[in-house]
């Protein structure tokens, strides 16, 4: 997951090109660069990933903050998402990796916008998890088979 890259995914491509984001951003590090930022790391199990901004605006009104402001955030007509992802070890010596996205509205009005919006973009949203656990298990299953996987430093 560290080692991201969407940008071979035409479905991601198109879903991000229609919410306004730059291609770039299809990547981990492009990530960071539209304001996901990193909150929480349990290595090599765990990470946590989070947003504030009006998600239901064209641009988003995303907020620069650092990891520590995050929780306490409470401007009101914004909210804030956090995206986690876990590995989790099973009973045949596999790994199931998780992905949880959880969203905090910081008042009622935003709480009522956000509603509207996520009607009609949480389908989307849906795909774009999907994608993304798509590509890593394809990826790290092509890695495993040219033996080039690696447990340290990889999440």
């Known amino acids: 997951v560290r080692a991201l890259d969407m940008s071979g995914s035409r479905l991601m491509r198109t879903l991000f090109r229609l919410r306004g984001m730059p291609a770039s951003a299809l990547t981990a590090e492009g990530l ?13 199990r765990a990470f946590v990933l989070g947003i504030i901004g009006r998600f239901w605006t064209p641009s988003g009104r995303l907020v ?12 009101p ?8 992802f876990g590995l989790t070890r099973t009973a045949s010596g596999g790994t199931v ?4 996205t959880r969203v905090h509205c910081v008042d009622a009005k935003s709480r009522r916008r956000f509603h ?20 890593v298990r394809a990826e790290s299953e092509a890695d495993v088979q040219e033996g080039t996987h690696t ?5």
């Open 97 to 100: 990796l998780e992905t949880v």
């Open 151 to 155: 447990t340290r430093g990889r999440c």
């Open 64 to 75: 620069d903050f650092a990891p520590g402001q995050f929780q306490s955030f409470d401007r």
């Open 32 to 44: 960071a660069r539209i304001h996901f930022t990193p909150l929480r790391e349990v290595p090599p």
């Open 116 to 135: 509207w919006y996520w009607f009609f973009v949480g389908p989307f949203s849906g795909l774009i998890r999907k994608e993304v656990l798509k590509v």
């Open 77 to 84: 007509g914004y909210a804030k998402a956090i995206w986690y």
